[in-house]
């Protein structure tokens, strides 16, 4: 049965960022590739974090089915489709990103290893890498699936990458964000549950931070 109403207020949540990231990539031009060497890039995501996290559990009504916050069907399938999603997706993203430079137009590159502000990127490591997987899964694969899914589970699952794409006002590596923002509803799906898809997201976020300095 289709939620109206939560499905209303999802969508307007999700889609004023859609909004102005785009507004802001238009005018904008060329992104700092030094901006997670800075505290108060840190700071700033986890407060907006902080903002959409809450939003997101007052329309679910804090309700945990909604969210699918619960245990998986079983962690040892949960776990086996979670290996083989990130294997594929890491070999897909990675040749995407060569032709379409999607890690670059987002502007999370650096343009290498800076001593002296480590621990300024640890702190947005921690965002990246642990706040961000949370607050997206329960914003997209969480909520977002839960009130798409009864208009058919791959109408949702293409649905929630595309959203989940646009959200990050990327043009070049909309692609990639998509097939990203799906695989993790696929998983979603099959699971019945959002802890498998942060795990993995969580993963896929910290070893290219990591990658981006070491490379």
């Known amino acids: 049965m289709v939620n109206r109403q939560k499905l209303i207020w999802?969508?307007?949540?999700?889609?004023?960022?859609?909004?102005?990231?785009?507004?802001?990539?238009?005018?904008?031009?060329e992104p700092d590739r030094d901006v997670l060497y800075r505290y108060s890039t840190a700071a700033g995501a986890a407060v907006i974090y902080a903002v959409m996290l809450l939003l997101v559990l007052v329309i679910a009504g804090f309700d945990r089915d909604l969210l699918a916050l619960r245990r998986p069907r079983s962690w040892g399938?949960?776990?086996?489709?979670?290996?083989?999603?990130?294997?594929?997706?890491?070999?897909?993203i990675t040749l995407l990103d060569h032709l379409l430079h999607g890690g670059k137009e987002q502007g999370l590159t650096p343009n290498g290893w800076q001593p002296d502000h480590a621990g300024?990127?640890?702190?947005?490591?921690?965002?990246?890498?642990?706040?961000?997987?949370?607050?997206?899964?329960?914003?997209?694969?969480?909520?977002?699936?839960?009130?798409?899914?009864?208009?058919?589970?791959?109408?949702a699952i293409v649905a929630i990458g595309v959203i989940f794409s646009a959200q990050h006002g990327l043009v070049q590596g909309f692609l990639e964000l998509m097939l990203f923002g799906s695989a993790l509803a696929w998983l979603r799906s099959?699971?019945?549950?959002?802890?498998?898809?942060?795990?993995l997201?969580?993963?896929?976020?910290?070893?290219?931070?990591?990658?981006?300095?070491?490379?």
């Not at 490591?125 to 642990?130: D, G, H, L, N, R």
């Not at 997201?201 to 070491?214: D, E, Q």
């Open 10 to 29: 999802w969508s307007i949540l999700v889609g004023v960022p859609i909004v102005i990231q785009y507004a802001s990539r238009a005018s904008g031009g």
């Open 77 to 92: 399938r949960a776990a086996a489709l979670s290996a083989v999603l990130f294997v594929s997706l890491f070999i897909a």
């Open 120 to 155: 300024a990127y640890a702190a947005n490591f921690v965002v990246i890498a642990i706040v961000a997987p949370i607050v997206e899964e329960l914003t997209f694969r969480g909520l977002g699936y839960s009130l798409l899914e009864p208009f058919g589970r791959w109408f």
């Open 190 to 199: 099959q699971t019945r549950s959002v802890y498998p898809g942060m795990v």
């Open 201 to 215: 997201h969580s993963l896929f976020n910290g070893i290219a931070l990591v990658v981006a300095v070491v490379a």
